[in-house]
């Protein structure tokens, strides 16, 4: 199939796109890398009016370091640059280890960040990995500018906190937190393919080699990516113990509630969502014993 009839425009500024959002509101799409957005509309599972194609906008495919060490990304930067970039991997190991999970290599060249994220599949990696460290994203309009973290961001299935009108320009990544022990592992029917579950794990070792500030992201099994809200509970203060890994997996189990389709049922999700949470533990903590950045 091919999609249905819409109208064109390409902006070459911001303000030119914000007014663009800001007259024809919802009927607009974005175009960035169109890796999501044309299949859609191929497939006319997405028939929208409008389309506004943001390529020829300049200065929203940076990857800078804050006056804090954290980073900022443009929205409009590839995936491809982010998992190439020295300053990323070094300031950022998580996000580097993340990016070459994200579809395939020509998906990568063409994806952008920011698309990702404003695409919101529950299965993508981007949103699991923004919600996991505490991203914040600024979103542009006529007239101003807001920014949403993204604990508030994702709302729900491919539904975000971007309002008519509104544009994604930029995601903020906080300082890392050097020593941190990290993880990410999903489980795939073929590598590159999109994650049936998957987990994003952050945590610190106190002096004594307990766990401490822990925090576990599930994705592939609900609507949004899921925060496991009973992971610091269970490891704080705790050493990595057999006894202690059976109770995080249960708890994962337990708690998230994933939808059966035709790749794998619910109960293979929460099966699942457990063992890879115990082995993301097990991996992070290794990692930091090793010394491993990367």
Same mark, same amino acid.
């Given at each position: ?137 600024? %979103?542009?309009? +006529?007239?101003?500018? /807001?920014? !949403?973290?993204?604990?508030? @961001?994702?709302? =729900?299935?491919?539904?975000?906190? #971007? ?41 610190? %070792?106190?002096? +004594?080699?307990?766990? /401490?500030? !822990?925090?576990?992201?599930? @994705?592939?099994? =609900?609507?949004?990516?899921?925060? #496991? ?48 949470? /115990? ?16």
């Amino acid at each position: 199939m091919k999609p249905a009839s819409f109208d064109y425009f390409a902006p070459t500024t911001l303000d030119e796109t914000l007014e663009l959002l800001h007259e024809y509101g919802d009927e607009a799409k974005i175009l960035a890398g169109g890796q999501s957005l044309m299949p859609l509309m191929n497939l006319r599972l997405a028939r929208p009016k409008i389309i506004v194609d943001i390529n020829r906008l300049s200065g929203f495919d940076q990857i800078a370091s804050t006056a804090d060490g954290g980073l900022v990304i443009g929205a409009l930067t590839r995936l491809r640059a982010v998992e190439k970039s020295a300053l990323v991997r070094e300031q950022n190991p998580l996000l580097a280890a993340a990016m070459p999970l994200i579809g395939h290599f020509q998906i990568r060249n063409r994806g952008t960040v920011g698309g990702s994220l404003a695409h919101a599949d529950p299965a993508a990696e981007l949103p699991a990995l923004a919600v996991l460290l505490g991203c914040e994203f600024s %979103l542009a309009r +006529t007239g101003g500018a /807001r920014v !949403v973290t993204a604990a508030d @961001f994702f709302l =729900g299935y491919m539904a975000t906190a #971007i309002e008519p009108g509104e544009l994604l320009t930029e995601i903020r990544f906080p300082t890392w937190r050097p020593g941190a022990a990290w993880a990410m592992d999903e489980i795939a029917r073929r590598k590159g393919d999109f994650a049936l579950v998957g987990v994003a794990l952050n945590a610190e %070792l106190d002096g +004594t080699a307990n766990l /401490r500030d !822990v925090a576990i992201v599930m @994705f592939g099994v =609900g609507g949004k990516p899921h925060r #496991i809200e009973s992971a610091d509970s269970i490891l704080k203060g705790r050493r990595v113990e057999p006894a202690v890994l059976r109770a995080l997996g249960q708890a994962v189990a337990e708690e998230v509630e994933p939808d059966s389709d035709i790749h794998a049922s619910a109960e293979y999700r929460k099966e699942v969502g457990g063992v890879l949470a /115990r082995r993301a533990l097990e991996s992070a903590l290794a990692r930091s014993k090793n010394g491993v950045k990367h």
